[in-house]
């Protein structure tokens, strides 16, 4: 095989890639109750869990394909259910970015193609206010954050994604 012919082949694979050929196709707990991430290729990957893990919850894939993103939960000293404390974002094949929550991550959302997510935050029981943050998923930066109530028609448009 001759340099042009590695080249145009080394060109081809790399379109594939690009062209979404090894986006995540989805992302789901396996029986040890760590992330498992499928790519549209067939490829599987298991992600090691956080420290203290008892599971995952609320999966997405970014409108980008090749971003993923669940909550990472666990156990609840005060009750039988488990409680989302981590945001985990998945790209390349690696972890990318982790927020931790002071008290719990009740949803969250990719915003603006997956450079920023958004969340919403707060006790485990009861709260007067919905307490929201923007962040740069790049940096970890904190964009925009907003109290208030998700069911207000009014409220940021970042916060459309959203769930009390």
Same mark, same amino acid.
């Given at each position: 095989?001759?340099?042009?012919?590695?080249?145009l082949?080394?060109v081809?694979?790399?379109?594939?890639?690009?062209?979404?050929?090894?986006?995540?196709?989805?992302? &789901?707990?396996?029986?040890? %109750?760590?992330?498992?991430v499928? &790519?549209?290729?067939?490829?599987?990957?298991?992600?090691?869990?956080?420290?203290?893990?008892?599971?995952?919850?609320?999966?997405?894939?970014?409108?980008d @394909?090749?971003?993923?993103? +669940?909550l990472?939960?666990?156990?609840?000293?005060?009750? $039988?259910?488990?409680?989302?404390?981590?945001?985990?974002? *998945?790209?390349? @094949?690696?972890?990318?970015?982790?927020?931790?929550?002071?008290?719990?991550? *009740?949803? *969250?959302?990719? &915003?603006?193609h $997956? @450079?920023?997510? $958004? &969340?919403?935050?707060?006790?485990?029981?009861?709260?007067?206010?919905?307490h929201?943050?923007?962040?740069?998923?790049?940096?970890?930066?904190?964009?925009?954050? *907003?109290?208030?109530?998700?069911?207000?028609? %009014?409220?940021?448009? +970042?916060?459309?994604?959203?769930?009390?």
């Open positions: 095989m001759g340099r042009v012919s590695i080249l082949v080394f081809a694979l790399s379109s594939m890639t690009m062209l979404g050929q090894d986006a995540v196709q989805r992302v &789901y707990a396996d029986e040890k %109750n760590q992330a498992r499928v &790519y549209k290729s067939g490829k599987t990957t298991t992600v090691a869990g956080e420290r203290g893990q008892v599971g995952i919850d609320e999966t997405e894939i970014a409108e @394909g090749e971003t993923a993103g +669940w990472a939960l666990y156990a609840d000293p005060d009750s $039988a259910s488990p409680f989302a404390g981590t945001l985990v974002l *998945w790209r390349g @094949g690696k972890v990318i970015r982790r927020f931790e929550a002071d008290q719990t991550f *009740w949803s *969250w959302a990719f &915003y603006g $997956a @450079g920023q997510v $958004a &969340y919403h935050v707060g006790p485990t029981h009861g709260e007067a206010t919905s929201c943050e923007l962040h740069d998923v790049k940096t970890g930066r904190l964009v925009a954050s *907003w109290d208030g109530d998700l069911d207000d028609p %009014n409220r940021p448009a +970042w916060t459309r994604g959203l769930e009390h």
